[in-house]
């Protein structure tokens, strides 16, 4: 996929792939090594990475043709739909490397980004709606800190570097399209984009805007599977929306045309 490219463009200074990790007996035979002897791989490099550190690993046995390895074809029951048991596979090999990274040293002065890069194949019918086929999880994590709970407005990736950010008192500007989780205040939305249709959730709403109109705008936290479409009724939410969007869209449109998407120095 290209990994090892972007992570030398995007300035990270060590990138460890299958050919690193140098053990094709752990090849899953389609993407890459198995999550959970990967993951243990990855803990130890990271003890012997000097302080203090970013790094980022991707997980890939949940991915098609959703396979687990042979040792576990009975430990992980199945689901309704057969990536369920891959993705408990996932999670055991989270475990695991929880349970290794807890005694080392720099386990309690690292703040821990779980998510996904995108939703999966749904059962629940919310999760077949648009809005529901974006939904994925973003989970914040510091062993001995005061994060705990669970938060219920809307969030997105993009506020991924403002949080961390944010979390470290950052003092200087940047940019991001996206808001910290940690400021309660800030507008919570979320913004997508897909076969010429733009999408913004927002305050328990769903807009739906192709460029010109507004072609959907629905309840979606009171009316899940999108029955009632409200779009003809025009209401001061839903115009408040797509002035929002259109800013967005705007801001974003221009900052990229001008290469302007990062503080000049």
């Known amino acids: 996929m290209g990994f090892d490219a972007y992570a030398r463009s995007a300035g990270f200074e060590q990138y460890f792939g299958r050919t690193e990790y140098a053990n094709e007996a752990d090849y899953d035979g389609q993407w890459g090594i198995w999550d959970e002897p990967f993951l243990q791989y990855f803990a130890k490099n990271l003890n012997k990475t000097r302080e ?73 019918p919310f999760y077949r709606t648009r809005p529901g086929s974006y939904a994925i999880p973003i989970l914040f994590y510091r062993h001995k800190s005061p ?81 009632d479409n409200l779009s003809s009724q025009k209401t001061q939410e839903q115009l408040k929306m797509e002035l929002y969007l259109k800013a967005i869209v705007q801001q974003y449109n221009n900052r990229m045309s001008a290469n302007q998407l990062t503080i000049s120095k």
């Open 52 to 124: 203090p550190f970013l790094s980022a690993v991707f997980t890939l046995s949940s991915h098609h043709p959703y396979k687990v390895p042979t040792k576990y074809k009975d430990k992980f029951r199945k689901g309704n739909l057969k990536i369920q048991r891959s993705i408990m596979y996932t999670d055991y090999a989270l475990r695991r490397f929880f349970a290794t990274a807890s005694k080392m040293s720099w386990f309690d002065n690292t703040l821990f980004v779980i998510t996904a890069d995108h939703s999966s194949e749904a059962w629940i």
């Open 147 to 227: 994060i705990k709970g669970m938060l219920s407005f809307t969030a997105q990736q993009t506020d991924i570097l403002p949080s961390v950010l944010d979390y470290l008192h950052f003092p200087f500007p940047f940019i991001a399209f996206g808001q910290s989780v940690f400021q309660s205040k800030a507008p919570h939305l979320d913004v997508t984009y897909l076969n010429n249709s733009w999408q913004l959730i927002m305050n328990g709403n769903s807009l739906e805007w192709d460029g010109e109109k507004t072609t959907g705008f629905y309840h979606y936290q009171s009316d899940s599977i999108l029955k």
